[in-house]
């Protein structure tokens, strides 16, 4: 168990809709970040925060959104969902930098239909 | 900006044997290196990471290596067992700039009892 703790484990939606997962990460990491895993994509970093701050961007679309609230939880957002957007969303936190050791959530896995 | 290709895409090895997985990277102020084992329905699990101020890392059975003027690292796996079958990721960062983990396209690790 990584520490790290991410809602729903799965998402099933519809075309058009719009989705919140949710992410926790360990006790004391400040920083975290999303990633999108697809059979042909991999592993791709979509954005990092730091303690309530937009650190960096990846290849984010711009239907996605993301925060980190005061508590440091983090949430993406993803709205008028596409078929292609179907994959496997990882959180992962870390100390500070990505430099630091970054453990990764168990992933929630959205299908859309 | 930084890409990280990893080979071979898949891995078949006896138990018992060693196995090798390779990765370039094209940013030559990359300065951490962590490989990630992934299980099936599970979220990537740091296994080792080296740092550019070193060569080679161990650990029990899994070691690194790292040429910085070739720019590759490599994951060694030694005595292999069926636990060890599962998906392998390098990464690299610099830290610096995008401040993101860029990921190598994984490799699928089996180990034949």
């Known amino acids: 168990d990584s520490g790290v703790t991410q809602t729903p484990k799965h998402l099933i939606t519809a075309t058009g809709q719009r989705v919140t997962l949710r992410c926790s990460p360990r006790s004391g990491d400040l920083s975290v970040y999303w990633y999108q895993q697809s059979l042909d994509q991999g592993l791709q970093f979509l954005i990092q925060?730091?303690?309530?701050?937009?650190?960096a961007k990846g290849n984010i679309l711009e239907r996605f959104s993301a925060q980190q609230f005061p508590d440091l939880h983090s949430e993406l957002n993803l709205s008028s969902l596409e078929l292609g957007d179907s994959a496997l969303y990882f959180c992962a936190s870390s100390v500070d930098a990505p430099t630091d050791t970054q453990y990764f959530g168990p992933g929630t896995r959205l299908t859309v239909l | 900006g930084e890409n990280v290709e990893q080979h071979p895409s898949t891995l078949s090895v006896q138990e018992g044997d060693s196995a090798v997985i390779k990765c370039t990277y094209s940013d030559s102020a990359s300065n951490y290196f962590p490989w990630y084992k992934q299980e099936l329905g599970k979220g990537p699990q740091l296994i080792i990471d080296?740092?550019?101020?070193?060569g080679e890392k161990k650990d029990q059975r899994i070691a690194v290596t790292l040429n910085k003027t070739a720019k590759h690292f490599s994951l060694h796996i030694t005595e292999t067992q069926p636990e060890d079958s599962a998906v392998y990721f390098c990464?690299?960062?610099?830290?610096?700039?995008?401040?993101?983990?860029?990921f190598g396209q994984g490799t699928r690790l089996t180990i034949n009892p």
């Open positions: 990464a690299a960062s610099n830290g610096r700039g995008a401040q993101k983990l860029v």
């Open positions: 925060y730091y303690n309530g701050e937009e650190r």
């Open positions: 080296i740092r550019s101020n070193v």
